[in-house]
């Protein structure tokens, strides 16, 4: 999660929060402070040419601020290519709060985050990321109406992560019909690091279908909880990389693939719901593939959460949503083809043919 800025870069004269901006690209960021409710947040606009942007708000304890924008930039970035990939019509934004999700969080922290949020007058739309529950988007929801992931009572779409857990269950399948030439995962060895929402949703799919699951967590009541209810086996966060699996799928932070888990790594297949798993994208995506380690790309697969939320701006079904989750199967294994073609990496076709698409309806919108 963590990146070190160019030392180079980091003179006098030189804006290190403008020059992340144009590393990716973005076209805005807010810093929000409110003294009065203890509220630090930044909230990075990637890119909007296909929408408005929509990506969750996260709630975590960094080490720094700097930590915090490297974090927020990554995470809304991916956020643009995601929903080009699945054909919504949204941009990439994400917002953090730097806080202590389990001590910090107030009312009035997030009715101040929600008059943030508002002033962007709909540029873009928040949700519910990890250290947020419904709850906290209900106060945001009391300042502002660009706000999405609410509870169905309120006429929302409700939690996202069941349709997220969907569609990484159908992109992990996309990769084992690739890799093995089925797409059954019974008696797979499926290592999921993380068992928050998705994860756990995650599990029960690969339960049902019989998969031999392993578990990772840093809460060890959950996890323990879980691999009783599920049978799985439980293995400690040193030893990771170096179990037995068949399929890794990390479902907590991202940057896990990096010069140190990739040697390791003992997996065939790469599938989870992490956002950002690759430490640099231009390194480690390269490494998979010299290994013969087939990784299916995070911001594709992972993508279900997004969908579900769309619906609430687009106005569709929730049975339309699933179909959308269930497509990425078909998506994922075209991705791999192209890969395979053009013998470039599958995180390399998958950025090609959001980018493709970002492309060519700014072109059609400068010729209007």
């Not at 739309?125 to 250290?131: K, M």
């Not at 956002?275 to 697969?301: C, S, T």
């Not at 609430?312 to 395979?340: C, D, H, P, W």
Request: proline share 3%.
């Amino acid at each position: 999660m963590s990146e070190v800025l160019d030392p180079v870069k980091e003179s006098l004269d030189v804006n290190p929060v403008i020059y992340k901006m144009e590393q990716y690209d973005h076209e805005q960021v807010v810093f929000c402070q409110d003294e009065a409710t203890g509220l630090k947040a930044i909230i990075a606009i990637h890119n909007t040419t296909l929408g408005p942007a929509l990506g969750g708000t996260r709630m975590w304890m960094y080490d720094n601020e700097m930590q915090a924008l490297n974090d927020v930039l990554r995470l809304s970035r991916g956020m643009t290519f995601k929903a080009s990939i699945s054909g919504l019509n949204l941009g990439g934004g994400k917002a953090v709060i730097i806080g202590d999700s389990y001590t910090q969080k107030s009312e009035a922290l997030f009715r101040r985050f929600g008059k943030f949020v508002n002033s962007l007058g709909g540029k873009y739309i928040t949700a519910e990321d990890v250290g947020i529950s419904p709850k906290e988007m209900e106060f945001v929801s009391m300042e502002t109406k660009h706000v999405s992931g609410l509870p169905e009572s309120m006429g929302g779409s409700g939690d996202p992560s069941p349709v997220t857990a969907y569609g990484v269950y159908m992109g992990m399948k996309a990769a084992a019909k690739r890799q093995w030439g089925t797409d059954s995962l019974s008696g797979k060895k499926v290592l999921v690091q993380g068992v928050g929402h998705v994860g756990q949703t995650l599990v029960d799919y690969l339960s049902k279908e019989n998969a031999q699951i392993i578990l990772c967590d840093i809460n060890q009541d959950r996890v323990n909880e879980m691999a009783a209810k599920y049978g799985a086996t439980v293995v400690d966060n040193e030893d990771v990389f170096s179990a037995d699996m068949d399929i890794y799928a990390p479902c907590a932070l991202g940057a896990t693939l990096n010069n140190d888990s990739i040697p390791q790594l003992k997996a065939e297949i790469v599938a989870g719901a992490a956002n950002n798993q690759l430490a640099d994208e231009n390194v480690h995506g390269k490494m998979l593939q010299e290994r013969g380690i087939l990784y299916a790309p995070d911001f594709l697969i992972n993508a279900g959460g997004l969908i579900n939320v769309y619906r609430e701006v687009a106005g569709i079904s929730r049975e339309k949503a699933m179909e959308q989750a269930e497509n990425i199967y078909n998506t994922t294994l075209g991705i791999f083809e192209t890969a395979s073609a053009e013998n470039i990496t599958t995180h390399e076709a998958a950025m090609e043919i959001a980018k493709r698409r970002i492309e060519a309806v700014a072109k059609l919108k400068t010729s209007l």
